[in-house]
């Protein structure tokens, strides 16, 4: 029987990097504050050592790259994957969120409408 993986794991959040254009300047490695990135010495550049520390949402490296060689999931493939992982979890899409204000019993409440006073104070 197979361990069955974390939604983290199963969410590909995480940089890819051009090692065609990398400059080698540490500066994802240094900068990364999920320490997702190790430097390789027979490269000499750096590499992905630990992709599922990547916080997603994050493109702190990206935005650092003067060589703008790394890259990150656009929201096409983010929108994608987390509809296979609710597929796959059995979950159904996220449920759409109510503009109703919910009292602590879940029944709606009215909202009053406030009257608005002109700025002369009439």
Do not use: Q, Y
Not at 16 to 39: H, R
């Amino acid at each position: 029987m197979s361990i069955p993986r974390s939604r983290r794991e199963r969410f590909p959040w995480f940089p890819t990097i051009n090692g065609d254009v990398c400059l080698s300047d540490l500066e994802c490695l240094n900068f990364c504050p999920a320490a997702v990135f190790d430097w390789d010495p027979a490269t000499r550049k750096p590499v992905v050592a630990r992709p599922f520390d990547c916080i997603p949402g994050c493109r702190s490296c990206a935005e650092k790259c003067k060589a703008k060689g790394i890259s990150l999931p656009g929201k096409k493939e983010v929108a994608a994957a987390l509809k296979r992982i609710r597929a796959e979890d059995g979950l159904l899409a996220m449920p759409r969120r109510s503009n109703k204000a919910l009292n602590p019993h879940g029944r709606a409440v009215r909202r009053r409408k406030l009257a608005v006073r002109s700025s002369s104070g009439k």
